[in-house]
């Protein structure tokens, strides 16, 4: 096990300890609010990849990619992304 190494307000340094580092796997179960991950809904089964937004060093590079590929079909998903990746500093990340 090895200490995250946030920076992030309300954290401390090795906050808590993450596991070793893995390949994708399950380690989500995501619930959609607008109901629409229920079974015979249109999102029921979907896989979904989530982002850590506060610890992980790869996230802000992935939104900025993504608002990349989006921005002509879906601007405003495309400008809300940017923005919250300019809201991410780079520094709360440790590439440990």
């Excluded at 096990?1 to 993450?18: D, W």
């Excluded at 994708?24 to 896989?47: A, I, M, W």
């Excluded at 610890?55 to 608002?67: F, K, Q, S």
Aim: charged share 25%.
């Amino acid at each position: 096990m090895k200490n995250c190494g946030c920076r992030s307000a309300g954290h401390e340094l090795g906050c808590f300890p993450l596991p070793e580092v893995r390949a994708l796997y399950k380690k989500y179960d995501v619930t959609r609010t607008d109901g629409r991950s229920q079974p015979g809904e249109r999102h029921f089964l979907c896989n979904y990849f989530v982002l850590d937004l506060t610890h992980d060093m790869h996230t802000r590079p992935a939104l900025l990619a993504y608002a990349e590929s989006c921005r002509k079909l879906n601007p405003e998903l495309s400008r809300d992304l940017f923005a919250l990746a300019d809201g991410l500093l780079e520094t709360n990340y440790t590439d440990e």
